[in-house]
């Protein structure tokens, strides 16, 4: 399930994003988390596994009719679970309105995604 993100949660996204390679210096989570924070267009939301664990985090940028997904990053033990299409399916649920698009670092996620749903 999909969680939006609050500062209480600011620890677990920070080690969620971290997994990401361009993010495992602490000032670039920190900036990052700041960039999402500074605009009410950006948003990061963190996904909960049945048993309550969060294991993933997504952030997207909302523009028009266009969500763009930034960011996408699932705990090395959940990976290859699906996990990333099931926090996809949710957003496509939670903006209805809205085509999912994917940055240059996001793309192939997206588009396994998409052939996936027949999208």
């Known amino acids: 399930m999909l ?5 209480d949660y600011e620890k677990i996204t920070m080690g969620l994003l971290s997994f990401i390679p361009d993010l ?20 990061l939301f963190l996904w909960k596994n049945d048993d309550g664990d969060f294991i993933g985090v997504i952030g997207v940028e909302i523009s028009d009719s266009i ?9 090395p ?9 099931q926090m996809l399916d949710a957003l496509a649920e939670l903006f209805k309105n809205c085509k999912i698009m994917g940055s240059f670092d996001t793309s192939k996620i997206i588009a396994k995604w998409e052939r996936k749903n027949d999208k």
């Not at 969680?3 to 500062?7: A, F």
């Not at 033990?77 to 990333?84: A, H, K, L, M």
């Open 24 to 43: 495992k210096e602490i000032s670039h989570l920190k900036a990052e988390l700041k960039w999402y924070a500074s605009e009410e267009e950006r948003s």
């Open 3 to 7: 969680y939006k993100y609050k500062n």
């Open 77 to 85: 033990t959940e990976r290859n679970e699906g996990v990333s299409f």
């Open 67 to 75: 969500l763009m997904v930034r960011h996408i990053s699932v705990t």
